[in-house]
């Protein structure tokens, strides 16, 4: 028990050192200090800063998924689906604006370019939720006729921005406008050939 509270202290410490001074700025000495153990305390866990990085976004996304599972409707409208997504993944970065800080770093760096490089490759084969989603929306033909990438940034570019401006105080996400939000990001993606209706009923 000690052990794993250690390594998530070393985590914790980790991600506000990272984001305070940029992933270069952030030697291994001094999440140590930070943490209060020896630096070889921390490669009992890491095998260096690379696998550190690493780690704490797959910690974050493990957190997010798991977020997103507890209630996702796995049936039902694809609308409301998306709606769902869209709005449970604002809410969680609004609520933890460290680890949306962190998110944005990672995306933004060679960790995170290489990363979505190998899934778009999908060298992982892992099942994204959003990705399966948009699949079943292609197929239905209730979404635009464009690369699933494409409308993959189309839904949630726009949650990036206004998260950034939440945490800037430039704007309040209240429950209303998350749900207008994602209606917003829906209506980004949805053919527009499809009866308001139509693709409210699939």
């Known amino acids: 028990m000690k052990s ?3 390594r998530k202290e070393i985590i914790s410490v980790a991600m506000e050192l990272l984001v305070e001074n940029g992933f270069h700025g952030v ?11 020896a630096v070889g305390t921390i490669y009992r866990y890491f095998a260096g800063k690379d696998e550190l990085i690493y780690a704490l976004f797959q910690e974050l996304e493990t957190s997010i998924t798991a977020a997103i599972r507890e209630r996702f409707p796995t049936t039902g409208a694809i609308r409301e689906r998306f709606l769902y997504l ?3 993944i604002l809410q969680y970065l609004i609520d933890n604006p460290l680890h949306f800080r962190y998110l944005e770093q990672f995306m933004n760096s060679p960790y995170g370019v290489s990363m979505r490089r190998d ?4 060298k992982e084969g892992r099942n994204d939720i959003f990705m399966t989603l948009f699949e079943e929306a292609i197929a239905a033909r209730i979404v635009k006729d464009i690369p699933i990438n494409a409308l993959f940034s189309l839904a949630i570019a726009p949650l990036i921005f206004l998260v950034r401006d939440h945490i800037l105080g430039f704007v309040t996400l209240n429950e209303d406008l998350i749900r207008q939000t994602a209606e917003a990001c829906w209506d980004a993606v949805r053919r527009n050939d499809c009866e308001s209706g139509a693709d409210r009923a699939r």
């Open 4 to 6: 794993l509270d250690k």
């Open 86 to 88: 869209n709005g449970i």
């Open 119 to 122: 899934r778009l490759l999908d």
């Open 27 to 37: 030697p291994m000495s001094m999440i140590a200090a930070r943490a209060n153990v």
